[in-house]
C-alpha cells in the first residue's frame, strides 16, 4: 500500500471539507489526520477514496522518521556555519537512506514541519530532499500560506501548485527508488545505542562531502557489501565481533581501505613502511591498507573530511563546480544500463553555471526537473568520466545518464 | 644575469640600499635608478600542448643564458599559484585556464629543470584553508598531479599552508628592513632550498591592479600564522580562514612571528597588500619568474570576481628578476609598469612593482630591461582596453557618468 500514497499533514487552518478540492489533481492520496482534523473533512476525504492515516502509528509499509526542516541554516535563521566556513546545511537524506536500509521494504516518510514561516519556495526542497533518497515528505504547510492557499491568493496557490506537480514528478517515477547507491565508502555500523550519534552524523557529514557512500549494517554483511567500494569506516564505539571484523578484513585483504580508530581493537595488519599521516598510523593486509586513528574518533565532520582524502579525490564519483549547498545521490538502475544522479540545491536554487564530473563512460544524459520537463545536457567526455554543464535550476535536478 | 644571484648575494647587494633605508632616508627615483635591470623573454605560445609549450620554454631558457648554472645539483622549490577554492571556476572553464598556474606549465619547467641537472624539485602552494595534500587540492579541481609528478624524477608537492613536514617554521628576514613586516616565518620548504622560482598567472588583481611572479608569492604565508584564525601566542595546528589580516591589519600574526613595524600605518589593503607582497619577496628571493598567460581571465584574479571572463592572450614570460619579468607582464597586457598609483591598473592601489623597485630588487623601466625573443608589441593582450571599458561600463551603472 505504502508505495502508493503521498501522504501530506492536513492544514490546521483548512476548516472545511471544501478545501479538499484543493488536491484534485494531484498525487496527494493520503492524510495524516491529526486530532483536531474535522470529522466533516474526514467523512468526504475517506469519500473520495483518500487513505486517512493516524501519525502516532506507522501505517502498513511505512515507516515515520523525524526530520528537520532541509535547507541552509544561515538563511533559515541567520546563524550556523560549517567549521571550514560553508553554510550548514540540514538534510533528512542520509535519515531517509539509514531508515530504508533498516526497515527493507518500507517506504520511510519524513515528518518535518516548517519551523515558522518558511519560503514558498523551500516546500520543493522538503519534498525532493526526501523524494529523491527513496522516501515520501509528509506534506505540511506553515499557517500562513495554508491560509492563504485556502482564500485562493494568486502567489500562494501558483505555489502549491509547484508543490504538487513536485510531488507528481516523484510519484510518476517511482521506479528511481528501486535504483541502488553507487558508493566509494562504506559506512559500517549498528547505528544504535552509543553508536547511533556517530554513526548517524558520519552519514550526514560524508553526504555533505559529496562522497558517495552505502550504508552497511554491522550485523548483515556479505562479501556482496563490499562490491564496488574502495573503503570503509568502522567508528563504533564498541569492537567488532569476530565475523564481522573476518569480513572488513576480507575486504582489505582484496586491495580496500579500513578507516578505523583504537575501538577496533589490537591494530590488525602490518605497520606500514611509509608514515606520512599525522592522525594516522597506516598498515597493511594483503592487497590493502588500514588507517588507524591514533585517538579514539570523537569528532564526525573530522572523520568524514579525513575519509575523503584517506580514499582519495581520484575515486570521487561525483565532482562538483560552483555548486554552492549542494547535494548529490548517485544510484544505478538494477541493469546497470542507467546512472541517475540526484542533485539538491538547498541553498533553494541553483547557480547560473554550475557544472558536476560523473566518473563512468556514459552515451547520453538528459537532465530531469521538478516540472516533470526534461532537457538534453551538455556532456563533455573526459578519462572515464564525463562532466555535465548545468544550466540554473530551483532546489533540484536529476541527470539521468545512460551508460556505454 | 644580475639578480641570479643566490641569497646571500642578494642580501649584500640589498643593503646598500636597506641601509639608506634603515638609517630613515626616503626612498627615491636615485635608489630605483639602481634597481638591477636583468634579461626577460617573451614568447608566444597559443596552447598548452607539451609539443608546442615544451619547446617554447626551453627556448625562452636559453634565450636567458640557460637554466643549468641555477640549478644543476640544487634543490629547487616553486611557488605556483592555486588561488581559491578548487570547487569554483569561471563558467564551465577549467581552472587551470582561467586563474590556476597551468599544470602543463609547472610540468615543463619541472622537465627543464630537471634535465638542466636539478637534483630535486618541491612544488609548493598554500591551498585555501586546508592541511589537505596538493594533489588531493588539484583532484578535487579536476588536475592531475601525476602529469607533473611524472615530468622528472624526485619530485614532490609540499602544502606550505601550516607546519608541514618539518618542526619548526623558518624565519625569513627582510634586509631592507621590510614596509609592514620585518620578516615571516614561513613553512621550511621556502628557506631549505636553493633555488627559488615563482610561476604565476598573467592576470589582474582586485585589490593589487595586477598580479605576477611577485604577487603570487603572497600565498606564501601560512595563514596558520597570518590568516584570520592564527593562533594568539603560538601558530595555529591547522590552517582555517583566509589572510585577511594581510589584507586589512585587524589583528596581528602568532605572536611567535615577527610583529608589523608600525600598527598605526594605513589599514587600507590597497596600501598594505602592495607592500606586503614586496615583504615576502625581499624575504625570500626569487631566482627566476614564469608568468604564464596562454590562457587566463581578465577583471581580476578569480572567479569570484565580478565581471571576471575568460582569454587567451597566448604569452609567456620568463626572467630572472621578478620585478623586470612583472614589468613585461604588464607591458604585454598593455599597462605602463612605470604607473604608479592612479594609473591603470594601479586605479586604487599602490603599484607593487615601484614598491619592488623602490627597495632595490629590480628595475621596471622597460628602457633598462634587455628584452628576448617576442618584441612586446607583437604579443600584447590589451587588458587595459578591456578594462576601460569595464570600469567605464561599471561607472556608467553606478552613477551615470565618467571614471
Known sequence: ?404 | MPSNCTRREWLQSASVLGGACLAGAAFTPAFAALAPASPVSVAKCLTYDPKELLPVMARMFDQLGGVGKLVKGKTVAIKFNLTGSPQARLGNLPLSETHFTHPAVIAAAVNLMAKAGAARIRLLESPWATTEPIEEFLLQANLEPRDILGAAPNVEFENTNYLGKAKRYSRLTIPTGGYIYPGFDLNHSYAECDVFISIAKMKEHVTAGYTGAMKNCFGMAPVTIYGSDAGVDEPALTPRGGRDPFHYGRRQPSKSAPQEKNRNSPRAETYRVPRIVVDLVSARPIHLSIVEGIKSMTGGEGPWVSGGAPCKPGVIVAGWNPVCTDAVAMALMNFDPMGGRGSPPFEDCDSTLKLAEDVGIGTRDLKRIELAGTPIHDAVFDYAKIRAARRASLWQRIFGGKD
Open chain 1, 1 to 404: 500500500m505504502s508505495a502508493e500514497l503521498t501522504p501530506m499533514r492536513w492544514p490546521d487552518r483548512w476548516k472545511n471539507a471544501s478545501a479538499l478540492t484543493l488536491l484534485n489533481d494531484s498525487p496527494i492520496n493520503c492524510l495524516v489526520a491529526d486530532p483536531a482534523i474535522p470529522e466533516s473533512v474526514v467523512a468526504e476525504a475517506k469519500q473520495k477514496g483518500l487513505t486517512i492515516v493516524d501519525p502516532a502509528a506507522n501505517p502498513p509499509g511505512v515507516f515515520i522518521t523525524k526530520g528537520q526542516w532541509p535547507g541552509v541554516q544561515a538563511l533559515q535563521d541567520k546563524v550556523g556555519a560549517g567549521p571550514t566556513g560553508n553554510p550548514w546545511v540540514d538534510s533528512n537524506g542520509w535519515s531517509v537512506r539509514l531508515e530504508s536500509v533498516r526497515h527493507p521494504g518500507d517506504r520511510v516518510w519524513v515528518d518535518a514541519r516548517p519551523k515558522g514561516l518558511v519560503s514558498a519556495d523551500s516546500y520543493a526542497l522538503a519534498l525532493a530532499d526526501a523524494a529523491a533518497y527513496g522516501g515520501r515528505w509528509i506534506i505540511s504547510l506553515d499557517d500562513r500560506f495554508a491560509a492563504n492557499v485556502m482564500v485562493g491568493k494568486r502567489d500562494a496557490v501558483a505555489s502549491w501548485k509547484k508543490i504538487t506537480t513536485a510531488a507528481k514528478f516523484f510519484e510518476d517515477r517511482k521506479a528511481w527508488a528501486a535504483y541502488a547507491p553507487e558508493a566509494v565508502v562504506g559506512i559500517i555500523s549498528d547505528f544504535a545505542g552509543d553508536n547511533e550519534y556517530m554513526g548517524g552524523e558520519l552519514l550526514n557529514l560524508v553526504a555533505r562531502t559529496n562522497q558517495q557512500y552505502r550504508i552497511l549494517l554491522k550485523n548483515k554483511l556479505s562479501p556482496s557489501s563490499f562490491a564496488r567500494l574502495k573503503g570503509v569506516i568502522y567508528a563504533d564505539a564498541t569492537a567488532p565481533a569476530p565475523a564481522v571484523k573476518n569480513s572488513i578484513m576480507a575486504f582489505v585483504r582484496e586491495g580496500g581501505l579500513l578507516i578505523t580508530h583504537p575501538k577496533w581493537g589490537l591494530a590488525p595488519g602490518l605497520r606500514a613502511g611509509t608514515q606520512d599521516n599525522e592522525r594516522y598510523w597506516w598498515r597493511t593486509s594483503g592487497k590493502g591498507r588500514i588507517a588507524f586513528a591514533k585517538s579514539e574518533f570523537d569528532d564526525p565532520w573530522v572523520i568524514a573530511q579525513e575519509s575523503a582524502l584517506l580514499i582519495s579525490h581520484r575515486y570521487d564519483l561525483l565532482r562538483f563546480w560552483n555548486g554552492g549547498s549542494v547535494g548529490s545521490y548517485f544510484t544505478m538502475a538494477p541493469d546497470r544500463k542507467r546512472a541517475l544522479v540526484h542533485i539538491l540545491f538547498y541553498a533553494g536554487f541553483g547557480p547560473e553555471e554550475s557544472g558536476v564530473r560523473v566518473a563512468g563512460n556514459y552515451r547520453s544524459a538528459k537532465l530531469w526537473t521538478l516540472d516533470g520537463k526534461s532537457s538534453s545536457i551538455d556532456m563533455i567526455p573526459q578519462k572515464d568520466a564525463v562532466e555535465l554543464h548545468l544550466p540554473a535550476v530551483a532546489q533540484y535536478a536529476a541527470a539521468e545518464l545512460e551508460l556505454q
